[in-house]
């Protein structure tokens, strides 16, 4: 079994900084790729950044120059640094493991404009 835990959101004003970081247990981190999405109520859940167990990453255009997706193998952590946050950023930010659908909780960022 899996379990991962998130944390790090909170209220930011636009233009503002967040770090994202989601705690995974299970050795199965090291060998998968990790994600981050994010929801809005109401609103389908949408992926924002991917990173590969080598470390490739991929991202969402919406997010592309602002969001930098990492991974600490040896802490089973990956982070998500948001930089230049707007007030079309709030949502729930949720992190994802591949290859088993494991699911965290849920962060809420909030971006005041």
């Known amino acids: 079994q899996v379990h991962l835990l998130e944390s790090g959101g909170g209220l930011v004003q636009a233009g503002g900084s967040l770090r994202l970081s989601c705690e995974a247990s299970g050795s199965i981190f090291r060998i998968n790729a990790m994600g981050w999405y994010r929801q809005a109520p109401g609103n389908q859940r949408e992926w924002v950044a991917t990173i590969s167990s080598g470390g490739t990453t991929t991202y969402a255009d919406s997010v592309k120059g602002r969001f930098t997706i990492s991974r600490d193998n040896a802490e089973n952590t990956v982070y998500l640094q948001m930089n230049s946050l707007k007030a079309e950023d709030t949502d729930v930010y949720y992190c994802?493991?591949?290859?088993?659908?494991?699911w965290g909780q849920g962060t809420q960022v909030t971006v005041s404009s």
């Open positions: 994802y493991l591949y290859g088993g659908n494991y």
